[in-house]
Protein backbone atom coordinates (compact mmCIF):
# COMPACT_ATOMS: atom_id res chain seq x y z
CA UNK A 1 0.00 0.00 0.00
CA UNK A 2 1.48 3.48 -1.22
CA UNK A 3 1.89 5.45 2.02
CA UNK A 4 2.05 9.09 -0.04
CA UNK A 5 -0.52 9.56 -2.83
CA UNK A 6 -1.64 12.66 -5.03
CA UNK A 7 -4.70 12.77 -6.79
CA UNK A 8 -5.44 15.66 -9.12
CA UNK A 9 -8.95 17.02 -9.12
CA UNK A 10 -9.17 15.75 -5.85
CA UNK A 11 -12.42 18.11 -4.92
CA UNK A 12 -14.92 16.27 -6.38
CA UNK A 13 -16.15 13.48 -8.28
CA UNK A 14 -13.95 10.04 -8.73
CA UNK A 15 -11.12 12.19 -7.23
CA UNK A 16 -12.40 13.13 -4.04
CA UNK A 17 -14.30 9.63 -3.69
CA UNK A 18 -10.28 7.86 -4.64
CA UNK A 19 -9.40 9.82 -1.48
CA UNK A 20 -11.86 8.91 0.67
CA UNK A 21 -11.50 4.83 -0.20
CA UNK A 22 -7.24 5.22 0.20
CA UNK A 23 -7.79 6.89 3.45
CA UNK A 24 -9.48 3.75 4.61
CA UNK A 25 -6.79 1.74 3.65
CA UNK A 26 -4.45 0.17 6.27
CA UNK A 27 -0.77 1.97 5.45
CA UNK A 28 -1.63 5.11 3.76
CA UNK A 29 -0.33 7.82 5.70
CA UNK A 30 -0.42 11.24 3.40
CA UNK A 31 -3.14 12.40 0.26
CA UNK A 32 -2.06 15.21 -1.29
CA UNK A 33 -5.26 16.57 -2.66
CA UNK A 34 -4.56 18.26 -6.21
CA UNK A 35 -6.94 20.99 -6.93
CA UNK A 36 -7.03 24.13 -8.62
CA UNK A 37 -9.37 26.12 -6.26
CA UNK A 38 -8.16 26.95 -3.08
CA UNK A 39 -11.92 27.48 -1.44
CA UNK A 40 -13.18 23.56 -3.43
CA UNK A 41 -9.69 21.81 -1.67
CA UNK A 42 -10.40 23.15 2.01
CA UNK A 43 -13.82 22.26 1.76
CA UNK A 44 -13.33 18.60 0.37
CA UNK A 45 -10.31 18.61 2.86
CA UNK A 46 -13.04 19.03 5.76
CA UNK A 47 -15.32 16.70 3.81
CA UNK A 48 -12.76 13.93 3.73
CA UNK A 49 -11.37 14.23 7.33
CA UNK A 50 -15.08 14.12 8.56
CA UNK A 51 -16.21 11.30 6.71
CA UNK A 52 -13.15 9.05 7.27
CA UNK A 53 -11.69 10.24 10.78
CA UNK A 54 -8.52 11.18 9.53
CA UNK A 55 -6.41 14.28 9.41
CA UNK A 56 -3.92 12.87 6.72
CA UNK A 57 -5.08 15.42 3.96
CA UNK A 58 -2.89 17.98 2.49
CA UNK A 59 -3.88 20.47 -0.10
CA UNK A 60 -1.73 21.06 -3.32
CA UNK A 61 -2.78 23.81 -5.29
CA UNK A 62 -2.42 22.74 -9.28
CA UNK A 63 -4.01 23.61 -12.42
CA UNK A 64 -3.25 20.58 -14.66
CA UNK A 65 -4.24 22.82 -17.77
CA UNK A 66 -0.88 25.29 -16.93
CA UNK A 67 2.69 23.68 -17.09
CA UNK A 68 3.75 26.55 -14.87
CA UNK A 69 0.95 25.77 -12.20
CA UNK A 70 2.18 22.10 -12.17
CA UNK A 71 6.15 22.93 -12.08
CA UNK A 72 5.33 25.09 -9.36
CA UNK A 73 3.31 22.35 -7.63
CA UNK A 74 5.91 19.82 -7.33
CA UNK A 75 8.59 22.08 -6.37
CA UNK A 76 6.60 22.73 -3.47
CA UNK A 77 5.81 19.33 -2.83
CA UNK A 78 8.52 18.41 0.12
CA UNK A 79 9.01 14.65 -0.37
CA UNK A 80 8.82 11.68 -3.04
CA UNK A 81 5.41 10.27 -3.13
CA UNK A 82 4.67 6.61 -3.79
CA UNK A 83 1.44 6.77 -6.11
CA UNK A 84 0.19 9.56 -8.34
CA UNK A 85 -4.02 9.75 -9.68
CA UNK A 86 -3.51 11.89 -12.70
CA UNK A 87 -7.46 11.79 -12.36
CA UNK A 88 -8.34 15.64 -13.20
CA UNK A 89 -10.23 16.15 -16.96
CA UNK A 90 -12.75 15.79 -18.54
CA UNK A 91 -14.67 18.37 -21.45
CA UNK A 92 -12.93 21.13 -20.52
CA UNK A 93 -15.62 23.12 -19.83
CA UNK A 94 -17.84 25.54 -22.50
CA UNK A 95 -14.57 26.64 -24.18
CA UNK A 96 -12.82 23.37 -24.95
CA UNK A 97 -11.63 24.25 -28.28
CA UNK A 98 -9.91 27.56 -26.89
CA UNK A 99 -6.69 27.48 -27.60
CA UNK A 100 -4.54 27.79 -24.47
CA UNK A 101 -1.20 29.85 -24.60
CA UNK A 102 0.91 26.82 -24.95
CA UNK A 103 -0.78 25.84 -28.51
CA UNK A 104 -3.19 23.42 -27.65
CA UNK A 105 -6.70 23.22 -27.01
CA UNK A 106 -8.18 23.53 -23.49
CA UNK A 107 -9.79 19.99 -23.59
CA UNK A 108 -6.16 18.70 -24.33
CA UNK A 109 -4.68 20.65 -21.71
CA UNK A 110 -6.88 19.81 -19.15
CA UNK A 111 -7.01 15.90 -19.33
CA UNK A 112 -2.74 15.29 -21.50
CA UNK A 113 -0.73 18.41 -20.96
CA UNK A 114 -0.74 19.35 -17.25
CA UNK A 115 -0.95 15.64 -16.15
CA UNK A 116 2.52 15.08 -18.92
CA UNK A 117 4.35 17.65 -17.47
CA UNK A 118 3.80 16.11 -13.90
CA UNK A 119 4.34 12.66 -14.11
CA UNK A 120 7.70 13.67 -16.23
CA UNK A 121 8.89 16.02 -13.71
CA UNK A 122 8.08 13.96 -11.33
CA UNK A 123 9.82 10.82 -12.64
CA UNK A 124 13.07 12.65 -13.84
CA UNK A 125 13.46 13.99 -10.65
CA UNK A 126 12.51 10.44 -8.69
CA UNK A 127 10.15 12.35 -6.81
CA UNK A 128 7.32 9.11 -7.97
CA UNK A 129 8.89 5.90 -7.03
CA UNK A 130 5.80 3.33 -6.76
CA UNK A 131 2.87 3.55 -9.25
CA UNK A 132 0.98 6.05 -11.55
CA UNK A 133 -1.67 5.85 -12.74
CA UNK A 134 -3.81 7.68 -15.52
CA UNK A 135 -7.84 8.74 -15.68
CA UNK A 136 -8.72 6.94 -19.29
CA UNK A 137 -11.85 6.35 -20.66
CA UNK A 138 -13.61 3.36 -22.72
CA UNK A 139 -14.39 6.26 -25.58
CA UNK A 140 -10.64 6.06 -26.46
CA UNK A 141 -11.56 2.81 -28.13
CA UNK A 142 -15.26 3.76 -28.86
CA UNK A 143 -18.78 3.09 -27.48
CA UNK A 144 -20.67 1.87 -30.18
CA UNK A 145 -23.89 1.94 -27.56
CA UNK A 146 -23.35 5.59 -26.30
CA UNK A 147 -22.86 6.43 -30.14
CA UNK A 148 -19.16 7.08 -29.81
CA UNK A 149 -16.78 5.83 -32.64
CA UNK A 150 -13.48 4.35 -32.08
CA UNK A 151 -11.33 6.88 -33.16
CA UNK A 152 -9.37 6.40 -36.69
CA UNK A 153 -6.41 8.27 -37.40
CA UNK A 154 -4.70 7.42 -41.17
CA UNK A 155 -1.32 7.29 -40.42
CA UNK A 156 -1.45 7.64 -36.43
CA UNK A 157 1.88 10.29 -37.64
CA UNK A 158 3.24 13.02 -35.38
CA UNK A 159 1.41 15.44 -37.89
CA UNK A 160 -2.11 13.92 -36.92
CA UNK A 161 -1.33 13.63 -33.09
CA UNK A 162 -0.56 17.62 -33.39
CA UNK A 163 -3.93 18.31 -35.41
CA UNK A 164 -5.14 16.27 -32.20
CA UNK A 165 -3.62 18.93 -29.58
CA UNK A 166 -4.36 21.36 -31.44
CA UNK A 167 -7.88 20.45 -31.94
CA UNK A 168 -7.40 21.30 -35.94
CA UNK A 169 -8.19 17.51 -36.49
CA UNK A 170 -11.79 17.90 -35.67
CA UNK A 171 -12.69 21.34 -37.90
CA UNK A 172 -15.28 23.01 -36.29
CA UNK A 173 -17.22 19.69 -34.60
CA UNK A 174 -19.08 21.01 -31.75
CA UNK A 175 -19.61 18.18 -29.83
CA UNK A 176 -16.90 17.11 -27.15
CA UNK A 177 -17.19 13.71 -26.77
CA UNK A 178 -15.43 13.95 -30.71
CA UNK A 179 -12.18 15.55 -29.33
CA UNK A 180 -12.50 13.65 -25.86
CA UNK A 181 -12.16 10.15 -27.40
CA UNK A 182 -9.46 10.45 -29.48
CA UNK A 183 -7.39 12.39 -26.84
CA UNK A 184 -8.10 9.93 -24.15
CA UNK A 185 -6.82 7.71 -26.68
CA UNK A 186 -3.59 9.75 -27.24
CA UNK A 187 -2.93 9.71 -23.41
CA UNK A 188 -3.34 6.52 -22.98
CA UNK A 189 -0.67 5.52 -26.22
CA UNK A 190 1.68 8.15 -24.15
CA UNK A 191 1.36 6.09 -21.14
CA UNK A 192 2.46 3.20 -22.38
CA UNK A 193 5.22 5.33 -23.60
CA UNK A 194 6.05 6.83 -20.78
CA UNK A 195 6.23 3.17 -18.69
CA UNK A 196 8.85 2.01 -21.42
CA UNK A 197 10.86 4.57 -20.73
CA UNK A 198 10.25 4.48 -16.77
CA UNK A 199 10.51 0.49 -16.40
CA UNK A 200 10.95 0.86 -12.69
CA UNK A 201 7.65 2.46 -11.99
CA UNK A 202 4.40 0.97 -12.74
CA UNK A 203 2.47 3.24 -14.89
CA UNK A 204 -0.97 2.59 -15.66
CA UNK A 205 -4.05 4.11 -17.54
CA UNK A 206 -7.54 2.82 -15.83
CA UNK A 207 -11.14 4.24 -16.75
CA UNK A 208 -13.18 4.45 -13.76
CA UNK A 209 -15.82 3.12 -16.06
CA UNK A 210 -19.17 5.28 -16.62
CA UNK A 211 -19.57 6.26 -13.69
CA UNK A 212 -22.68 8.85 -12.61
CA UNK A 213 -22.73 11.05 -9.62
CA UNK A 214 -19.84 13.14 -10.75
CA UNK A 215 -19.78 16.67 -13.10
CA UNK A 216 -18.51 15.29 -16.02
CA UNK A 217 -21.59 15.64 -17.53
CA UNK A 218 -22.42 19.31 -17.27
CA UNK A 219 -20.56 20.34 -19.96
CA UNK A 220 -21.72 18.06 -22.89
CA UNK A 221 -24.49 18.73 -25.04
CA UNK A 222 -27.79 18.20 -24.53
CA UNK A 223 -28.22 15.09 -25.60
CA UNK A 224 -25.59 13.66 -23.82
CA UNK A 225 -26.22 15.61 -20.97
CA UNK A 226 -29.44 14.33 -20.26
CA UNK A 227 -28.30 11.05 -20.68
CA UNK A 228 -25.66 11.03 -18.65
CA UNK A 229 -27.15 12.54 -15.94
CA UNK A 230 -31.06 12.11 -15.76
CA UNK A 231 -31.74 9.23 -17.38
CA UNK A 232 -28.41 7.26 -16.96
CA UNK A 233 -27.99 6.83 -13.27
CA UNK A 234 -31.64 5.04 -13.57
CA UNK A 235 -31.71 2.87 -16.78
CA UNK A 236 -27.90 2.52 -17.67
CA UNK A 237 -27.02 0.58 -14.28
CA UNK A 238 -29.12 -2.29 -15.40
CA UNK A 239 -27.60 -2.68 -18.83
CA UNK A 240 -24.18 -3.11 -17.45
CA UNK A 241 -23.43 0.74 -18.63
CA UNK A 242 -23.40 2.67 -15.43
CA UNK A 243 -21.91 2.18 -12.04
CA UNK A 244 -21.93 4.54 -9.30
CA UNK A 245 -19.43 6.45 -7.75
CA UNK A 246 -17.78 4.18 -5.14
CA UNK A 247 -17.36 1.33 -8.26
CA UNK A 248 -15.46 4.05 -10.36
CA UNK A 249 -13.20 5.06 -8.01
CA UNK A 250 -12.73 1.49 -6.52
CA UNK A 251 -10.92 0.66 -10.05
CA UNK A 252 -8.10 3.42 -8.80
CA UNK A 253 -7.87 2.06 -5.55
CA UNK A 254 -7.86 -1.51 -7.23
CA UNK A 255 -5.34 -0.86 -10.28
CA UNK A 256 -3.42 1.09 -7.85
CA UNK A 257 -3.08 -1.33 -4.98
CA UNK A 258 -2.63 -5.00 -6.91
CA UNK A 259 0.50 -4.93 -8.94
CA UNK A 260 -0.82 -7.50 -11.15
CA UNK A 261 -2.41 -4.42 -12.99
CA UNK A 262 0.92 -4.12 -15.48
CA UNK A 263 2.50 -0.96 -16.71
CA UNK A 264 2.16 0.24 -20.24
CA UNK A 265 -1.86 -1.41 -20.11
CA UNK A 266 -4.81 0.31 -20.71
CA UNK A 267 -7.43 -1.10 -18.69
CA UNK A 268 -11.04 -0.42 -18.76
CA UNK A 269 -14.54 -2.55 -19.55
CA UNK A 270 -15.14 -5.44 -21.07
CA UNK A 271 -17.10 -4.91 -24.67
CA UNK A 272 -20.06 -4.13 -24.68
CA UNK A 273 -20.20 -3.04 -21.08
CA UNK A 274 -19.06 0.17 -19.26
CA UNK A 275 -18.67 -1.50 -15.98
CA UNK A 276 -17.48 -4.49 -14.09
CA UNK A 277 -14.27 -6.81 -14.42
CA UNK A 278 -10.95 -4.88 -16.23
CA UNK A 279 -9.71 -5.96 -18.73
CA UNK A 280 -6.73 -4.72 -21.43
CA UNK A 281 -8.72 -2.74 -23.88
CA UNK A 282 -5.77 -3.42 -26.72
CA UNK A 283 -7.60 -6.82 -26.76
CA UNK A 284 -10.16 -4.56 -29.04
CA UNK A 285 -8.59 -2.20 -29.69
CA UNK A 286 -4.89 -3.63 -31.14
CA UNK A 287 -3.88 -0.08 -32.04
CA UNK A 288 -3.88 0.51 -28.26
CA UNK A 289 -0.16 -1.75 -28.42
CA UNK A 290 1.63 -0.45 -31.52
CA UNK A 291 4.83 0.86 -30.12
CA UNK A 292 5.37 3.01 -33.34
CA UNK A 293 1.72 4.66 -32.86
CA UNK A 294 2.64 5.58 -28.63
CA UNK A 295 5.93 6.96 -29.85
CA UNK A 296 4.31 9.49 -32.13
CA UNK A 297 1.87 10.10 -29.83
CA UNK A 298 4.41 10.81 -26.90
CA UNK A 299 7.13 12.85 -28.89
CA UNK A 300 4.34 15.32 -29.91
CA UNK A 301 3.58 15.93 -26.80
CA UNK A 302 6.66 16.36 -25.24
CA UNK A 303 7.33 18.98 -28.12
CA UNK A 304 4.30 20.59 -27.18
CA UNK A 305 6.06 21.09 -22.99
CA UNK A 306 9.32 22.32 -23.48
N1 LIG B 1 -17.48 9.96 -14.85
C1 LIG B 1 -17.27 9.10 -15.83
O1 LIG B 1 -18.19 8.40 -16.29
C2 LIG B 1 -15.91 8.95 -16.43
C3 LIG B 1 -15.71 7.90 -17.36
C4 LIG B 1 -14.45 7.71 -17.91
C5 LIG B 1 -13.41 8.57 -17.54
N2 LIG B 1 -13.64 9.59 -16.64
C6 LIG B 1 -12.50 10.44 -16.30
O2 LIG B 1 -12.40 10.48 -14.89
C7 LIG B 1 -11.81 11.72 -14.48
C8 LIG B 1 -12.63 12.36 -13.38
O3 LIG B 1 -13.91 12.63 -13.90
P1 LIG B 1 -15.19 12.90 -13.02
O4 LIG B 1 -16.30 12.17 -13.68
O5 LIG B 1 -14.93 12.70 -11.59
O6 LIG B 1 -15.43 14.46 -13.33
P2 LIG B 1 -15.77 15.71 -12.39
O7 LIG B 1 -16.78 15.35 -11.36
O8 LIG B 1 -16.08 16.81 -13.35
O9 LIG B 1 -14.39 16.00 -11.63
C9 LIG B 1 -13.30 16.52 -12.33
C10 LIG B 1 -12.29 17.01 -11.34
O10 LIG B 1 -11.18 17.53 -12.09
C11 LIG B 1 -10.93 18.84 -11.65
N3 LIG B 1 -10.35 19.64 -12.70
C12 LIG B 1 -10.89 19.97 -13.90
N4 LIG B 1 -10.03 20.76 -14.57
C13 LIG B 1 -8.95 20.94 -13.78
C14 LIG B 1 -7.74 21.64 -13.91
N5 LIG B 1 -7.48 22.37 -15.00
N6 LIG B 1 -6.83 21.58 -12.91
C15 LIG B 1 -7.09 20.88 -11.78
N7 LIG B 1 -8.23 20.19 -11.59
C16 LIG B 1 -9.14 20.22 -12.59
C17 LIG B 1 -12.27 19.38 -11.20
O11 LIG B 1 -12.06 20.51 -10.38
P3 LIG B 1 -13.05 21.79 -10.40
O12 LIG B 1 -14.13 21.46 -9.42
O13 LIG B 1 -12.17 22.91 -9.99
O14 LIG B 1 -13.58 21.93 -11.79
C18 LIG B 1 -12.81 18.16 -10.48
O15 LIG B 1 -12.24 18.06 -9.19
C19 LIG B 1 -11.69 12.57 -15.75
O16 LIG B 1 -10.38 12.50 -16.24
C20 LIG B 1 -12.65 11.88 -16.71
O17 LIG B 1 -12.28 12.11 -18.05
C21 LIG B 1 -14.85 9.79 -16.08
Given amino acids: ?38 KKAAAAKQSLEESTGKSIFEILIIDVSSPTSVRSAVDSLSEPIEALVMNAGGIGGKNFRKITGDGVSQIFAVNVLGHAVLAEVLLQAKK ?26 ETASEVEFSAICDGSFFGNAGDPMLPYSYIKYM ?8 ARKYPDVRLVTVS ?76 IFADLKNESFQDNASAVIERFIK
Fill in 1 to 38: MPKTVLITGANGGLGKECARQLALQEGVEKIYLGCRNP
Fill in 208 to 283: PGSTSGTDIGENLGPAMKFMFTIVGPKLLPMFGLMHDLEAGAKRYVDVLTDASYKSGVFYGSKKPLLTGPLIDQST
Fill in 128 to 153: LTNVGIYAGSEAARGVAKMGIKRPKL
Fill in 187 to 194: AALWMSAL
